[in-house]
């Protein structure tokens, strides 16, 4: 279990990243930025993330992920004002969510951990925010690809698969190992 926790860490922490240079290279106006009502801003999404995180991982082992101290719907409502503001959600969410499975040890892979009264492995439960974390990350940067006065790309660029691949066999590295 240890090689599929450093596994899912290391996902959630690229994730993360990504989030981050695609706030970076946005003006603060645009992370406010609503294509319409039915759609949610960059803003909205980390309300949303930061909610999700601190109710999942506070007492993950001990108390139900759906804590009675939420309100989803609260974090759908435009809340944050300001980039700072809105920094310091992301950051303490992710922390939660990192440090509370940094501190997962070898006897916790086998307890039931319940999200709304639904049981749920341990396992499961990082599987599910596996899969919900990047679903918004995405959103993000849609977003910030639709804002962005000149956008960096934060992968491989258009056009360049060819050139990345050939840098990447000149100079191999021991990712396979790690």
């Not at 341990?122 to 899969?131: G, P, W």
Request: aromatic share 10%; charged share 25%; hydrophobic share 40%.
């Amino acid at each position: 279990m240890e090689i599929y926790l450093k596994s899912a860490i290391k996902q959630f922490e690229y994730y993360k990243g990504v989030g981050e240079k695609t706030m970076s290279q946005l003006k603060d106006a645009d992370l406010f930025w609503q294509a319409n009502n039915e759609c949610t801003s960059i803003a909205i999404i980390v309300q949303h993330l930061h909610g999700n995180m601190l109710s999942r991982w506070t007492d993950f082992l001990t108390s139900d992920g759906e804590k009675p101290w939420r309100n989803r719907d609260a974090e759908f409502e435009e809340i944050i004002n300001t980039r700072d503001e809105l920094m310091q959600k992301w950051n303490e969410g992710w922390e939660c969510m990192l440090t509370t499975l940094k501190a997962l040890t070898d006897d916790d892979w086998g307890k039931t951990i319940y999200i709304r009264n639904e049981a749920h492995s341990v396992v499961d439960a990082i599987n599910r925010q596996l899969a919900h974390v990047p679903y918004h990350i995405g959103q993000i940067v849609l977003i910030g690809k639709m804002r962005a006065d000149n956008w960096k790309a934060l992968t491989i660029p258009k056009g360049q698969s060819q050139a990345f691949n050939a840098q990447m066999f000149k100079n191999p590295t021991d990712q396979f190992t790690k």
